[in-house]
Structure formats: structure tokens, C-alpha cells
Nanobody, 117 residues
């Protein structure tokens, strides 16, 4: 059974930091690109960061220099370290596993991040 379980969300003040974790099970993590998306109320879901199966990383312009995505294939974990958080980072953050060639795409249930004083 495929599962992606996010954790680490919460309430943080502007300028603070959080680390989100995504625990993967039921599939071979190393074959997948691992993405973090977020969705704010009334907004479309947007891609925030990617840790590719090949080991590279990509970021949305809005989070470059503030967020860092990493993965540990052996532990089947993916992380999103978020620093210098802003109120506009407030959203539900989702972990996503993508293996486009095989047509496989899995989602976690999301974790709420709220940046507010």
C-alpha cells in the first residue's frame, strides 16, 4: 500500500523556520521525483520544490534561498527545510511522488503551515 505521510507543520512567526518531513512507504522511493507543493486558501496548488530521482533540486522563485529540499532514499524520507518564513508561505503543504514514465503519481494528505505573528 502506497503512503506518503507529511509531518512538521504548525504555527510559526515571520522570520522563523520549520522542517517538514514526508515518510514514504509502499514503493521504491529512489525511482521517483519527490515534490513539495502548497496550496493557500482560494489559490491553485503550486510546486514549491523538487528533489529529482537523479539527485538534483529545483525551487520556485518565491522560495529560492529560503527553502531546501532533501531526500534520504535509504530511510524513505523527504524533507523541506523552510527558513525566513513569510506570511505568504501560509498554506497546506503536500508531498508528492512522481514517476512520469510509468504514469505513477502519489500524494500525501498535507500538513498546515501558518506564518503569523
Amino acid at each position: 500500500q502506497v503512503q506518503l505521510v507529511e509531518s512538521g507543520g504548525g504555527l510559526v512567526q515571520p522570520g522563523g523556520s520549520l522542517r517538514l518531513s514526508c515518510a514514504a512507504s509502499g514503493f521504491t522511493l529512489s525511482l521517483y521525483h519527490m515534490n513539495w507543493y502548497r496550496q493557500a486558501p482560494g489559490e491553485q496548488r503550486e510546486l514549491v520544490a523538487t528533489a529529482t530521482a537523479g539527485g538534483s533540486t529545483n525551487y520556485a522563485d518565491s522560495v529560492k534561498g529560503r527553502f531546501t529540499v532533501s531526500r534520504d532514499n535509504a530511510k524513505k524520507m523527504v524533507y523541506l527545510q523552510m527558513s525566513s518564513l513569510k506570511p505568504e508561505d501560509t498554506a497546506v503543504y503536500y508531498c508528492n511522488a512522481e514517476w512520469a514514465i510509468a504514469g505513477r503519481n502519489y500524494w500525501g494528505q498535507g500538513t498546515q503551515v501558518t506564518v503569523s505573528s
